[in-house]
């Protein structure tokens, strides 16, 4: 069993920045893909960057350049850097990963892009 707890969301203002965390329990986030998604009202659920145990980073057009995906190994945590960000970023973020071929998500946290 996997828990993904993500932490960090909140207001942030346009051109801001802000950092999103998920710990994940369990010695497993350098043994398999880490990702983030994102949800926002009326709209599906969309992959916004990942992270491979090999450290090969991708991410959605629409934040590339401006968020950034990275991993800490001791600490059994993804992060997501996120810089200017523009108040089509507001959604809800979750954190997912697939281990033992079953896809395991976060509760997610809300990130609210607004001046």
């Known amino acids: 069993q996997v828990q993904l707890v993500e932490s960090g969301g909140g207001l942030v203002q346009p051109g801001g920045s802000l950092r999103l965390s998920c710990a994940a329990s369990g010695n497993i986030s350098s043994i398999v893909t880490m990702a983030w998604y994102r949800q926002a009202p009326g709209k599906q659920r969309e992959l916004v960057a990942y992270i491979t145990p090999g450290g090969r980073v991708n991410y959605a057009e629409s934040v590339k350049g401006r968020f950034t995906i990275s991993r800490d190994i001791l600490k059994n945590t993804v992060h997501l850097q996120m810089i200017s960000p523009k108040p089509e970023d507001t959604a809800l973020y979750y954190c997912?990963?697939?281990?033992?071929?079953?896809?395991?998500w976060g509760q997610g946290t809300q990130v609210t892009v607004s001046s």
């Open positions: 997912n990963c697939n281990y033992g071929a079953k896809d395991y």
